[in-house]
């Protein structure tokens, strides 16, 4: 197995992975917002490589918190269903602990649905400690037109 920094052509593979979770993720990670990230220094993509297959991804993102400090975020983390168990998520998130090391974070942070019960496995495992517990709000917007102002105010 490998792990390498994601490229263009690894968005389909990154989309069907997504899509093993949510469904509706599999198109928005297939039509360009990949290459939005790819080479931002604040943004690390991997992907794990198996016999050829990618079976595995990791998004984190590095942001300075007035409050608590600069710090990294994994923001998204798949291994496939077939793959578990192996060790990629390990490689995966110790790859990304070392960018944040290197990028002087002061802390590595997730936010995992409650509903993922393996994750709430797998984090303590690797040493992260349970912080809090939130409610997630979401306010959907509308969009917008060319210059910025809301087309149906
Ligand atoms: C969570 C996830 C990324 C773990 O990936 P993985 O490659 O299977 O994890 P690893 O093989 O590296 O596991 C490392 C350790 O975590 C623990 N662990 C992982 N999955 C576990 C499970 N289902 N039950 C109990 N412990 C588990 C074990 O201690 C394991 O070490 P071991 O296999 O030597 O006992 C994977 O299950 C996944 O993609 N789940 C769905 C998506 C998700 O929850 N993503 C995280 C949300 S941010």
Redesign the pocket.
Known sequence: MIIRVAEPSDSEAIGRLAAE?DASAEGKAASGCLAKVLGRPDYLVLVAIREGEVV?WLQAHAFDVLVSGFRVD?I????SGG?????????LVGRAERWAAGLGAESVV?R?NTK?V??H??YP??GYSLAKTQAVYRKQLRKRDPIGAIANP
């Open positions: 979770l595995g994994i998204g983390l798949v291994v793959s578990r168990r192996s060790g990629i998520g390990r490689a997730v995992s993922r393996e994750s496995r797998f495992a690797l």
